[in-house]
């Protein structure tokens, strides 16, 4: 009996951003206690900073084999982000020092040193380092000086072309370098797992493996969500839906793409190469004043709905702000007249604004319900 498909499959709610949509710094400082906020915009900085966001793939995303039971998924999705950090560094390392040894004699004044200081993902490295070494016992800090003098050595030798240094030796010279970030990424992010307060997060693995699922570039994600469901057969359609958490938390924290009107463009013109087979929806938030304008953008660039999402703080109806209370009727009004479809969904899990407790409310609807 040979197996009948369907004509099509639709996936009704899937998300196809990273890293770079979202107010990562927000949302990882509203896991953590107060006094640990620091580890929040310094994660922020160093996931940005190594997440895929260009169309083509730079890196694999496999974790390398690593020794631990599969109970202690904290280390293991721990070193999984390391792997992706490691490449992306060493790919720039061996970028400056291709600049300073190739470069014109006009170059040759800017040190591979110098281009490395500059670089944000070396900036980064560097401050965990130092949030790490203070954070380590008396003993351990004495024995490791941190890695900005030992790289300035290290590099100083191969600052000019006619340096008599083997790739072997600057190869070698490297390893160090590495195992020093290596020990503070790793440091940092166990530390956060730690600390993440399980009022927001059930399983702190689960926080680390949240970090890593959003290092992908879109394109990339968009490539797995295809994979998961097999071949081809039936044709299938993905309905994925923006979020727009910039104003939701206090402060409001920008994420490194804008939602308006960078993250709009970027998810319309991966649809674009999907011949309709990826379908998308924006995102609303009655806390932004330009609310219309925003959705009818989104509408010209080809978004056929709008998420509404009341974990990011607002509700349907009965908003205590009045402003919020108005431009909320005004959207839905919008909304019929140009018959537009919105999707809404409310659980005590996923993102939001508040615990379930503070914004889940109590409904007295009866015993015969």
Aim: neutral net charge; proline residues 6%; hydrophobic residues 40%.
């Amino acid at each position: 009996m040979s197996l009948t498909y369907p004509d099509h499959v639709i996936d009704v709610h899937t998300h196809v951003f990273n890293a770079r949509y979202l107010p990562l710094e927000a949302i990882i400082s509203r896991v953590l206690p107060t006094k640990m906020r620091k580890l929040a915009k310094l994660l922020d900085r160093l996931l940005n900073a190594i997440t895929g966001s260009s169309y083509g793939d730079t890196w694999k995303f496999t974790p390398k084999i690593i020794d631990y039971s599969e109970s202690d998924q904290s280390s293991y999705y721990a070193e999984a982000i390391w792997s992706i950090v490691e490449n992306d560094f060493r790919i720039r390392c061996a970028g400056y020092v291709a600049m300073t040894i190739s470069g014109q004699p006009d170059d040759w004044d800017i040190s591979a040193a110098e281009r490395l200081e500059d670089d944000p993902l070396y900036q980064t490295l560097a401050e965990i380092e130092n949030l790490f070494l203070a954070d380590a016992q008396p003993a351990k800090r004495n024995l490791d000086k941190g890695t900005t003098a030992a790289w300035k050595d290290i590099i100083s030798k191969i600052d000019r072309p006619d340096a008599a240094v083997s790739v072997k030796v600057l190869a070698m010279s490297f390893v160090g370098l590495f195992e020093k970030f290596h020990k503070a990424v790793r440091w940092l992010l166990l530390k956060v797992a730690k600390l993440a307060d399980p009022v927001w997060w059930d399983h702190s693995e689960n926080l680390l493996q949240f970090f890593f699922t959003l290092l992908k570039s879109e394109r990339a994600v968009l490539s797995e969500l295809k994979n998961s469901y097999g071949d081809n057969r039936p044709k299938r359609f993905y309905v994925h839906y923006l979020m727009d958490m910039e104003k939701a938390y206090d402060p409001p924290d920008k994420p490194h793409y804008p939602f308006y009107p960078e993250q709009l463009r970027r998810m319309q013109h991966l649809a674009n190469d999907t011949s309709g087979q990826l379908i998308g929806f924006a995102a609303f938030d009655p806390r932004r004043k330009n609310w219309k304008q925003i959705a009818d953008e989104a509408l010209r660039l080809g978004f056929v709905g709008f998420k509404f999402y009341p974990p990011m703080g607002y509700r349907p109806a009965s908003n205590e702000n009045d402003v919020i209370e108005q431009r909320v009727s005004d959207f839905f009004r919008y909304c019929i007249r140009k018959q537009i479809p919105i999707f809404a969904h409310c659980t005590p899990t996923g993102f939001e604004h508040k615990t379930a407790s503070e914004r889940m409310r109590t409904l007295n609807i009866g015993a015969n319900v």
